[in-house]
């Protein structure tokens, strides 16, 4: 029995070991993880009431279509209902994407230093990975227009982009899908959205208008703080998601999930709440490492890139040692850079002196 080569040309996903575990085998009082760029705030306790009495109701399958979900989002959206796709995480999406538009004999153009999922979603299908390089940490798309090859079928573009948490702006986005051939799919995979600001950030869903190759991906694992529900979701024309439909599985998204998004999506003031505490803790991270003397990239997101200028597997060590989980940028290709998610007050304060602890004892 042999395994199809292009499978085992993947490297296995390598999880973290969970909290506890990590606090266990330590002897740790705490623990904090800053690695996957959650919401720390929680879930939102009301939206976990309201779900309460669907519990019972488990042992139904779920709404293969997502129709209350659906109803609600479109209309938040400003879109028609045929335009949405649900996914078991953005994550799924991106594997459809895929599975529809990918093969050996096509490929796809993605960034290097970019969120993993796209070169995995293209070797899934055995299909070529083209490179577009970053500029200055940032999407450059005029590298990706360069990048484009007649067989050329998918582009994967992360804006803001995870690691580095800059974005690329609405010119030069237009420019990009003016010279993109208008059969060649253009995936914006927008999963920090909501914390984005800036008046150049591209506001993605009116080009659906003008432009019918695009494909935007968001989540509720971010700024909804649901990562552990497993739900995001595609906006795109009609077309798009009925090929994507063919290749979903019917029960893709768990009740609860759908359950969880409608009641975030229903509460009133959350993403003000959220941004204002991920604005005010950005900047008091920003003003604790420049006091430290230590790089970092300006961020659109709820994650910062710093450029740590020692090995980053010997920090992520150091720091999970004293009890905080980051995550070494090493498989991103900067070996010498950490990503650490913004999380709530008492945890950067708790960031930063174990930051301060190990850049001393890394320094003697
Ligand atoms: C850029 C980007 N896209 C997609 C995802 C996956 O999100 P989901 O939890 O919806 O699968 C992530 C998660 O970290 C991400 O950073």
Redesign the pocket.
């Known amino acids: 029995m042999k395994a199809n080569k292009n499978i085992l040309d993947i490297k296995p996903y390598v999880p973290g070991k969970p909290i506890e575990e990590v606090q266990r085998e330590l002897g740790l009082e705490r623990v904090i993880k800053l690695a996957?760029?959650e919401n720390n705030l929680g879930v939102p306790k009301r939206a976990l009431e309201k779900v309460q009495s669907k519990l019972s109701e488990l042992f139904l399958y779920p709404d293969g279509s997502c129709y209350k979900l659906r109803t609600k989002l479109a209309e938040k959206l400003g879109v028609d209902k045929s335009q949405l796709i649900f996914?078991?995480?953005?994550?799924?999406i991106?594997q459809l994407i895929a599975l529809a538009y990918l093969s050996e004999e096509k490929s796809a153009v993605i960034a290097n230093g970019?969120?993993s999922?796209y070169e995995f979603s293209a070797k899934l299908m055995n299909a070529k990975s083209v490179v577009a390089p970053l500029k200055d940490y940032t999407y450059d798309l005029d590298a990706f227009a360069k990048a484009l090859g007649d067989d050329t079928n998918v582009v994967f573009l992360?804006n803001p982009?995870?690691p580095t948490g800059t974005y690329f702006p609405a010119k030069q986005l237009e420019s990009f899908l003016d010279k993109a051939p208008a059969d060649v799919l253009i995936v914006i995979?927008e999963?920090?959205y909501e914390y984005a600001y800036g008046d150049d950030y591209p506001q993605s869903i009116p080009l659906l208008d003008n432009y019918e190759n695009i494909i935007i991906?968001r989540?509720?694992?971010?700024v909804y703080s649901l990562?552990g529900c497993?739900?995001?979701y595609g906006i795109a024309s009609k077309e798009i998601i009925e090929v994507l439909n063919r290749a979903r599985q019917p029960f893709n998204v768990n009740s609860l999930a759908q359950e969880l998004a409608v009641a975030v999506l229903e509460e009133d003031g959350w993403i003000e709440e959220v941004r204002a505490i991920n604005e005010a803790q950005k900047e008091y991270l920003y003003q604790e490492l420049d006091k430290l003397g230590v790089k970092y990239l300006p961020t659109k997101a709820n994650f910062i890139f710093i450029d740590i200028q020692k090995n980053a597997q010997d920090v992520f060590q150091a720091l999970m040692k004293l009890g905080v989980i980051i995550r070494p940028m090493t498989g991103f290709g900067f070996p010498e850079a950490i990503r650490v998610s913004i999380g709530l007050p008492e945890e950067n304060k708790f960031f930063i002196e174990c930051l301060k602890k190990v850049l001393d004892s890394l320094r003697k």
Request: proline share 0%.
């Open positions: 996957s760029n996914g078991n995480g953005s994550d799924e991106l970019t969120f999922e992360c982009n995870n995979d999963a920090y991906l989540t509720f694992s971010k990562a497993r739900i995001g």
